[in-house]
């Protein structure tokens, strides 16, 4: 189970939205929670299993254009 840092909801199975690798999610991948629809990032070590984007991670995530695009239908679907 993983845990979304921002709002608290628990995901039985979370799919990544950045992949490093072709394979399950690694510490690392971004996701976005389809609750609240805010980005985290697989970490084993953090509780719930995902954790919020620190500094950096947070101004290259606004960097990418496809993601905030992403996030942006999600919000007008809600």
């Given at each position: 189970m993983k845990t979304c840092p921002h709002c608290r909801k628990t995901f039985p199975e979370l799919p990544p939205v950045i992949k490093?690798?072709?394979v399950e999610p690694?510490?690392?991948d971004v996701t976005l929670c389809t609750r609240c629809g805010?980005?985290?990032i697989f970490?084993?070590?953090a509780s719930g299993g995902i954790r919020r984007p620190n500094e950096f991670e947070a101004r290259r995530l606004?960097?990418?254009p496809h993601l905030n695009a992403l996030r942006d239908r999600w919000r007008r679907l809600q």
């Amino acid at each position: 189970m993983k845990t979304c840092p921002h709002c608290r909801k628990t995901f039985p199975e979370l799919p990544p939205v950045i992949k490093n690798q072709m394979v399950e999610p690694n510490d690392g991948d971004v996701t976005l929670c389809t609750r609240c629809g805010e980005f985290s990032i697989f970490d084993e070590e953090a509780s719930g299993g995902i954790r919020r984007p620190n500094e950096f991670e947070a101004r290259r995530l606004k960097a990418i254009p496809h993601l905030n695009a992403l996030r942006d239908r999600w919000r007008r679907l809600q």
